[in-house]
């Protein structure tokens, strides 16, 4: 299902094969958390902002509408409209990102919901049934999320039960794939590696999940409070044990950089709500570096946001116009800057795809690494 089309040093370029398409790697999947992407963006525009994989929470659709109902209107690409590849998260993260009050059992974790307060249990086993309602490409497993700095002794605990979690995972998807009912019996399962920050850690649990022979891992628990260069560290570490004929997907990350500096220590796949949560408070990414369009500086600049850019929003308006819209309150500000950050990193991913295809990876990172976090 994964197919490693070549290497620049650890940098790979690859494609994904899913029942709904295939993803050219290295790639970034936009975030449409309860099934549309956060700033007025339906799935019909994602297909003029280059976009590949859209990427819906399985903890926020089960509360809302509910898995279930998703299944009868016929999964989530009949649902949202958006007819390529689907990944789906475990809906581990929100479990212990915004339960207030919840406890953890071998069993799984009881947890009140952030909503209402009403108790929710959710396990390996429930997980992998709210997804395959949901019937997206890819499922990820249901682990635990641990906040950094971590307890070593805790850390440990809780990857020898995130690792019988995904044993429980594994069995389930099967048995869902096998039934008649089933929305796309093609799903495929990413285990997660954690750790926190400990590298014997990392590389027992890695080497542990390797051997169950999924269809994609990812590097979980990152981006949660250590610095970038033990986030760098940490995958550099985990990546040497990946199984190189599999994706390889680094969650929740992150900045342009984050992603350029990923790609270059091996990573595939990405997501983040960074461009279209920044957008929705006037922060725009260029090829230039990071620009506020509220600043006083723009109120008569008939300039596009990046006049190297080709996206629909800067082939049609000016940083002057888009700026009187956020002075103004108007909610579409909002549109045309996340619009413009979607099509600004997938374009990157592009870019780095291309610069793999052709051999200048090396170059394109050197003179990128230092721009692209630049503020102006």
Not at 173 to 182: C, G, H
């Amino acid at each position: 299902m994964f197919k490693l089309k070549s290497r620049q040093g650890r940098a790979r370029r690859g494609e994904l094969i899913t029942a709904h398409g295939t993803v050219q790697t290295p790639a970034f999947m936009n975030v449409a958390t309860c099934g549309a992407i956060k700033g007025a963006v339906s799935a019909l525009d994602l297909k003029q902002l280059r976009c590949q994989v859209q990427l819906c929470n399985t903890y926020h659709l089960h509360l809302r509408p509910g898995d279930k109902n998703v299944r009868t209107l016929g999964g989530l690409h009949q649902f949202t409209r958006w007819d390529g590849p689907i990944l789906t998260d475990s809906g581990g993260f929100q479990v212990f990102s915004l339960a207030k009050l919840r406890n953890i059992k071998e069993e799984g974790v009881t947890f009140a919901s952030h909503i209402d307060g009403h108790k929710i249990f959710m396990g390996p086993e429930e997980s992998m049934t709210i997804q395959s309602h949901l019937g997206s490409d890819i499922a990820m497993a249901f682990d635990e999320c641990i906040e950094n700095p971590a307890e070593y002794g805790y850390t440990k605990r809780s990857c020898d039960r995130t690792y019988r979690w995904l044993v429980r995972c594994k069995d389930k998807i099967r048995e869902l794939n096998s039934l008649e009912e089933t929305v796309n019996p093609q799903q495929m399962l990413f285990g997660i590696n954690q750790g926190a920050t400990f590298d014997d850690i990392r590389i027992e649990h890695m080497k542990k999940i390797r051997d169950l022979d999924l269809d994609g891992y990812a590097i979980g628990g990152l981006a949660v409070g250590e610095s970038a260069e033990e986030m760098y560290h940490i995958i550099e570490v985990v990546e040497e044990y990946m199984p190189q004929d599999k994706a390889i997907y680094l969650m929740g990350v992150g900045t342009p950089v984050n992603i350029l500096e990923a790609v270059h220590r091996g990573v595939d796949m990405f997501d983040c709500v960074m461009p279209t949560r920044n957008a929705r408070h006037a922060n725009v990414f260029t090829w230039s570096g990071k620009r506020n369009m509220m600043n006083e500086k723009y109120a008569l600049d008939d300039e596009p946001l990046d006049s190297q850019c080709d996206c629909p929003v800067c082939r049609n308006f000016s940083r002057a116009y888009i700026r009187h819209l956020f002075k103004s309150g108007e909610m579409l500000a909002m549109r045309l800057c996340v619009m413009h950050n979607i099509y600004f990193y997938n374009t990157l991913l592009m870019k780095i795809r291309e610069a793999l295809d052709h051999n200048t990876f090396e170059e394109f990172y050197a003179k990128y690494r230092e721009i692209l976090d630049r503020r102006l």
